[in-house]
T-cell receptor, first 114, second 111 residues
Framework: GAGVSQTPSNKVTEKGKYVELRCDPI?????LYWYRQSLGQGPEFLIY????????DSGLPNDRFFAVRPEGSVSTLKIQRTERGDSAVYLC????????????FGPGTRLTVT | AQSVTQPDIHITVSEGASLELRCNYS??????LFWYVQSPGQGLQLLLK??????LVQGIKGFEAEFKRSQSSFNLRKPSVHWSDAAEYFC?????????FGTGTRLQVFP
């Protein structure tokens, strides 16, 4: 079956611009997670959705970052006024339930801010 | 604070040799522990997980890991490495619904 997909696979943007990163979870998965992976580091938690609501957004670094999941499936991570330090691979994962269901990861979106 | 330490940044082994990747964690109670593998251009794939019970857990691709509470460790092992095992390996702890990852160990396999 189809796995988690993320678009675009690569995004290059100029400092100060706005970007949107999209995640399509596995069909039927109620939990969705966003992580950020900087070069040479492990993934770092950003936000977790259970259904349409953000159950935990404690990992969002500042108010330039925002994520939505309006219909409980597709999610969009939005970054305003991008900075060079935002350059990283943004990973999305989904799981059948939030109760320790296995998280299935997408291939990520590589964001480069010039 | 919860944390995961993978002390080996890079490991090189010969094909057919045994492998052990180290993972130490810091957490106040019994953690939920995971090992993931990341190949170039691929998403993270779960190798195995420990929630409770038997401290030796078996995973996919012939991997196993042992939870040692006294050492706060969850080391990953494989008796005979294949060239296709070359990848980045991440240990993670999940005290809540957000995984905390280590910095990873890059495995290189020589023929």
């Amino acid at each position: 079956g189809a796995g988690v997909s993320q678009t675009p696979s690569n995004k290059v943007t100029e400092k100060g611009k706005y970007v949107e990163l999209r995640c399509d979870p596995i069909s039927g998965h109620t939990a969705l997670y966003w992580y950020r992976q900087s070069l040479g580091q492990g993934p770092e938690f950003l936000i977790y959705f259970q259904g349409t609501g953000a159950a935990d957004d404690s990992g969002l670094p500042n108010d330039r970052f925002f994520a939505v999941r309006p219909e409980g499936s597709v999610s969009t991570l939005k970054i305003q006024r991008t900075e060079r330090g935002d350059s990283a691979v943004y990973l999305c994962a989904s799981s059948l339930t939030s109760s320790w269901g296995e998280q299935y990861f997408g291939p990520g979106t590589r964001l480069t801010v010039t | 604070a919860q944390s995961v330490t993978q002390p080996d940044i890079h490991i090189t082994v010969s094909e057919g040799a045994s492998l052990e990747l180290r993972c130490n964690y810091s957490y106040g109670a019994t953690p939920y522990l995971f090992w993931y593998v990341q190949s170039p251009g691929q998403g993270l794939q779960l190798l195995l997980k420990y929630f409770s019970g038997d401290t030796l857990v078996q995973g996919i691709k012939g991997f196993e890991a042992e939870f040692k509470r006294s050492q706060s460790s969850f080391n990953l092992r494989k008796p005979s490495v294949h060239w296709s095992d070359a990848a980045e390996y991440f240990c993670a702890v999940g005290p809540t619904d957000k995984l905390i990852f280590g910095t990873g160990t890059r495995l290189q396999v020589f023929p």
